[in-house]
C-alpha cells in the first residue's frame, strides 16, 4: 500500500483555502544540474524490499528506505522530519498514493492485463516499443509497469541518489520477475531539475522526444507546475503524444494540486485537458485524478 501523504497535508479544508501557499517564504533555488546516471552494482549495501499491491491480480517489488537513511544519503537531517524540503528533496523516497493510481490507468488505457503482466511468457500491449519518461519519478512504479508492457522507459528524479539508491533496484528486481521469453526493455536515468533535463534530453545524442510522459503527486506547488509544463512542451513528441498527470485536486497549504494545474496548462494554450480518472479520498475532503495532456488537433506555432 501506499505510504502516508504529505505532512503538511492539513486534512479537511475549505476549497478556498486550499490554493493558498505559504507566505513570507523566499522561492527556492532549483538548479540542480542535469546528469544521467549508469546504474553499478553496490556490493555490500542492502536493499530491503516488500510487496505493493498495484491491481487484482498484480504485485510489485519495491525498495524500503528510512526517513533517516533518506537523510542520511542527501546529508540533510531535514530530510528525516520532511517529505519536502524544497530545491534538495522533492519526496522521492517516499510511495505516493497517485503513483498506484497512474498504474491502474496505464493498465486499463493501454490494454494490459494485470494477472498476466508478470507471467505471460508472451505480452501484447499497445505500449510495446513505446518511448516513455516518468518525471519525478521516485519508486517509479508506473515507469515499470510500462517496462513491464513493452515500453523503453527513462526515469527522471531530483535526486541522484533516489535513483541510484531506489528507483534503478526497483525497476532491476521487478524485470527479474518477467519470464525469460520476454525481452527487456531498455531503461536510463536522468536525475537534476526539470528544466535543465529538458534541454539535456533535446541536446544531441539523447533522441528528444516521448510518446508518453508520466508523472504523479509533482505539482503540489505553483513553481513545480511551471517547471513540469515546461519540461512537457519540450519533451512532448507531437502530434501524438500524450502526457498523464496524477495528483490530488488541491495540496492544502503548499498551493498546488490538479485544479491550479489545470488552469496554468489552459492559460498557456498548448496542450488540451481531460480528466481520465478520479478517486475519492475518503474522510480528506479531497479528491486524487490523472489528467491526460495531449496536442489539439492542429498544432501550435510553439512546435512549428
Known amino acids: 500500500m501506499a505510504e502516508e501523504g504529505f505532512k503538511f497535508n492539513f486534512g479537511e479544508v475549505k476549497e478556498e483555502e486550499a490554493s493558498k501557499g505559504e507566505e513570507g ?26 510487496c505493493v499491491a498495484v491491481a487484482e ?6 525498495g524500503t528506505i528510512s526517513s533517516d537513511e533518506a537523510a542520511t544519503l542527501l546529508s540533510d537531517q531535514r530530510v528525516a522530519t520532511s517529505d519536502l524540503v524544497p530545491g534538495k528533496y522533492e ?5 505516493w498514493e497517485c503513483s498506484l493510481d497512474l498504474c491502474r490507468l496505464l493498465l486499463s488505457r493501454y490494454g494490459a492485463a494485470a494477472e498476466r503482466l508478470t507471467t505471460a511468457p508472451e505480452l ?4 510495446q ?48 520477475r518477467l519470464p525469460r521469453s520476454r525481452p527487456r526493455p531498455a531503461c ?7 528544466r535543465a533535463v529538458g534541454e539535456l534530453l533535446t541536446g544531441a545524442g539523447y ?24 519540461c512537457i512542451k519540450q519533451l512532448l513528441q507531437p502530434p501524438h503524444g500524450v502526457a498523464l498527470i496524477a495528483a490530488k485536486r488541491y495540496y492544502f497549504g503548499v ?17 488540451e485537458t481531460s480528466v481520465v480518472a478520479q478517486v475519492e479520498e475518503k474522510g480528506s475532503g479531497n479528491v486524487r485524478e490523472v489528467v491526460v495532456l495531449k496536442f489539439p488537433d492542429s498544432i501550435h506555432p510553439y512546435f512549428l
Request: hydrophobic share 40%; with cysteine.
Open 188 to 194: 536510463r536515468y536522468y536525475s537534476g531539475d526539470w
Open 207 to 230: 533522441g528528444g522526444h516521448y510518446d508518453l510522459i508520466l508523472s504523479s503527486e509533482t505539482i503540489y506547488s505553483l513553481p513545480a507546475q511551471e517547471r513540469l509544463l515546461e
Open 255 to 271: 498551493g498546488g494540486g490538479m485544479k491550479s494545474f489545470r488552469a496554468l496548462v489552459q492559460r498557456d494554450g498548448i496542450f
Open 25 to 50: 517564504e523566499e522561492a527556492p533555488d532549483y538548479n540542480e544540474p542535469a546528469a544521467e546516471l549508469i546504474p553499478r552494482a553496490q556490493p555490500g549495501v542492502a536493499f530491503f524490499t516488500e
Open 129 to 176: 516499443g513505446k518511448k516513455v519518461l516518468e518525471l519525478g519519478c521516485g519508486h517509479g512504479l508506473p515507469g515499470i509497469v510500462a517496462a513491464m508492457c513493452g515500453a523503453d522507459v527513462h526515469f527522471q528524479d531530483y535526486n541522484v541518489e533516489v535513483l541510484r539508491r531506489l528507483t534503478a533496484p526497483n525497476v532491476i528486481a521487478n524485470m527479474e
Open 91 to 95: 519526496g522521492g523516497f517516499k510511495l
Open 124 to 127: 501484447s500491449c499497445e505500449l
Open 57 to 62: 491480480g498484480l504485485e510489485l517489488v519495491k
